[in-house]
């Protein structure tokens, strides 16, 4: 069966301190991706990325990093220098690649506060 | 190239009413998710569409909730009789036939039951 968890239900910081926000998920395929959403207190799901498993190159976008492990199962989420606004609940889910289903499985999401 | 738009963003609906949820995916998307947010918690897949077809809808509750796609309009998710534990987000989610290509999410719909 498909699983994600994110052990960090909330997590409190000061601004322009790092965080890094965990995913470990569980899957029998081979071939899968992986994603990270954003839901700001204003409740739309924002796409941040989306990683398949054959892709195991780290990621970098501006302040944003992703570390994919498949050794540990690990798609793990880091924030450079938070800023207030980067406070929402993120979301780490996994799909099966061209499987019948195809939907989404979903973490039940980190909690970030940012504070100034 | 609008996103994908669902409507209402807010429905209040009394104990015993039907709600009525839509979502329009985005254009050249002919395959539609429907996904459920209660309070505090992640999303849970419902049920998957393409145009006139379910695909999947093992997410969904026996009773009191359907979904369609027609092959004209937008796709509709329906629960009958509402109660309170119905109250939650709603989300719809829509891809391209080639499903790794992504998923593009509406900014849901906040049903509550009073």
């Known amino acids: 069966a498909q699983k994600v968890t994110q052990a960090q239900t909330e997590i409190s910081v000061v601004e322009k301190e790092d965080v890094t926000l965990d995913c470990v998920y569980e899957t029998r395929d081979t071939t899968y991706y992986l994603f990270w959403y954003k839901q700001p207190p204003s409740g739309e799901l924002v796409f941040l990325i989306r990683r398949n498993s054959f892709d195991e190159q780290n990621e970098i976008s501006g302040r944003y990093s992703w570390n994919f492990q498949k050794s540990t199962s690990s798609f793990n989420f880091t924030i450079t220098a938070s800023q207030v606004v980067d406070s929402a609940v993120y979301f780490c889910a996994l799909s099966d690649y061209g499987g019948s289903q195809g939907n989404l499985i979903f973490g039940k999401g980190t909690k970030l506060s940012v504070k100034p | 190239n609008a996103g994908v738009m669902q409507n209402p963003r807010h429905l209040v609906r009394r104990r015993g009413q039907e709600a009525r949820l839509r979502c329009s995916p985005m254009?050249?998307?002919?395959?539609v998710y429907w996904y459920r947010q209660l309070p505090e918690e992640g999303l849970k897949f419902m049920v998957y569409l393409q145009k006139e077809n379910i695909i999947d809808e093992s997410g969904m509750p026996k009773e009191r909730f359907s979904a369609e796609f027609p092959k004209e309009g937008p796709s509709i998710l329906r629960i009958q009789q509402v109660v309170r534990g119905d109250s939650a987000a709603y989300f719809c989610?829509?891809?391209?036939?080639?499903?790794?290509?992504?998923?593009?999410f509406g900014s849901g719909t906040r049903l509550t039951v009073v």
């Open positions: 254009k050249g998307h002919s395959h």
């Open positions: 989610a829509s891809s391209p036939p080639r499903r790794d290509y992504g998923y593009t």
